[in-house]
Nanobody, 114 residues
Framework: QVQLVESGGGLVQPGGSLRLSCVASGSIFRLYEMGWYRQAPGKQRELVARITSDGSTNYGDSVKGRFTISRDNGKNTVYLQMNSLNADDTAVYSC????????WGQGTQVTVSS
């Protein structure tokens, strides 16, 4: 079973940046798609970004041009660089790995507020 551990969330002012990290256990990391979803209170969970095993990326419309997803297969880690943050980005961010069955991390809170 793969375990995912996220870090990097916190409180940031509007216009600021954060970088989230998600570390996966096991040696199979490089073979699978990984990504990030987020869920704000009272809202549906939405895709933030995904990255395939060959590095192809896909973003949710609300974050295009501001967020960048990347992966370091040597470190079993996927990153989410978030720039130009605004209040609408406030949510719990969770990473996943698609092994055919999805595994999820515990989530990390991102709060954008002045």
């Amino acid at each position: 079973q793969v375990q995912l551990v996220e870090s990097g969330g916190g409180l940031v002012q509007p216009g600021g940046s954060l970088r989230l990290s998600c570390v996966a256990s096991g040696s199979i990391f490089r073979l699978y798609e990984m990504g990030w979803y987020r869920q704000a209170p009272g809202k549906q969970r939405e895709l933030v970004a995904r990255i395939t095993s060959d590095g192809s990326t896909n973003y949710g419309d609300s974050v295009k041009g501001r967020f960048t997803i990347s992966r370091d297969n040597g470190k079993n880690t996927v990153y989410l660089q978030m720039n130009s943050l605004n209040a609408d980005d406030t949510a719990v961010y969770s990473c996943y790995i698609d092994l055919g069955i999805w595994s999820w991390g515990q989530g990390t809170q991102v709060t954008v507020s002045s």
